[in-house]
């Protein structure tokens, strides 16, 4: 008994505890008490919302596909490499979450606008066009959405270490047959973990999207976007954003619901 109330937690700690859960979940209770329930299946069925609802999914959906075949290798190599050039990469691949999303939509707009570092040349010599498209809102949603799968993965990766990857290869299996049997089936918990992430931070990306993407009904205005324009008295009703808002906080906590069912190491 004396060893168990040792390793308790201290009471003087549930203090602040308490004060940070309710600094957390209270600005989302008021947005429960705020919603009209009443009104709630229209808010969320008009065309504007079902429109920014629509666009979200499949753009967020077309974001981490694009996270997942660029980021899983980028997270092997940074797992696998070491010295001074892994760790700034590192480093410049964890930008994004620590750089305001404005900040990353006027960089997409200095490297893909007309006048950009490679935009120019696409629209030159290709005659393509990527700001203010639907495009561009997948490319800055994965933008800002990539670090999480990479940091995930990458932990999974170094958690797992390579002494299974070294016996498969001792015994004559490939580098690419190591990868898909053997390095990749261990990290899937890390894997999904960061796949679910990755989607549920594309789905509230706004800041980068607004940027570079626009705001345009049906063609860049996704949820975020919708929930912005309704409060500054534009596009659908101020209704209509608390029951968007509703609709991402539900898919905030299901996401990070199912990306703790699949944590490493979860007890059954």
């Known amino acids: 008994m004396t060893r168990a109330r040792a390793v308790g937690v201290p009471r003087l700690l549930w203090v602040p505890a308490a004060l940070a859960a309710g600094l957390l979940v209270l600005p989302v209770l008021a ?11 229209a808010d969320i069925t008009t065309p504007a919302a079902l429109d920014a609802l629509r666009l979200s999914l499949s753009t967020s959906a077309a974001a981490t596909g694009v996270c997942f075949l660029l980021g899983v290798p980028l997270a092997v190599v940074l797992a696998r490499a070491d010295g001074w050039p892994a760790d700034v990469l590192r480093a410049l691949v ?3 979450l620590v750089l305001p999303p404005t900040v990353g939509g006027i960089a997409l707009l200095y490297l893909l606008g007309r006048r950009g570092l490679v935009g120019q040349s696409l ?3 290709f005659g393509i066009t990527i700001p203010f498209t639907t495009a561009a809102v997948v490319i800055a ?7 999480f799968l990479v940091l995930s993965v990458e932990g999974s990766l170094r958690t797992a270490g390579t002494r299974f990857d070294v016996v498969a290869a001792s015994l004559g299996a490939g580098r690419w ?12 918990p890390g894997l999904v973990s960061g796949t679910v992430l ?3 931070r594309a789905l509230g990306e706004f800041g980068a999207t607004a940027l570079f993407a626009g705001n345009s009904p049906g063609v860049t205005q996704t949820m975020p976007l919708a929930i912005y ?6 596009g659908v009703t101020q209704g209509t954003a608390v029951a968007l ?6 898919a905030a906590v299901a996401v990070l619901l199912a990306a703790r069912a699949w944590r490493p190491g979860r007890a059954a």
Do not use: H, K, Y
């Open 229 to 234: 324009s309704a409060f500054n008295g534009a």
């Open 94 to 96: 964890t930008l994004p």
């Open 141 to 147: 949603q994965a933008f800002v959405a990539m670090p």
């Open 198 to 200: 990755c989607f549920a």
């Open 177 to 188: 047959t190591v990868l898909r049997r053997i390095t990749l089936p261990l990290v899937r």
């Open 31 to 41: 947005l429960v008490l705020r919603a009209d329930w009443g009104s709630l299946p």
């Open 245 to 250: 808002s509703l609709l991402l906080v539900l």
């Open 123 to 125: 629209d030159e010599w």
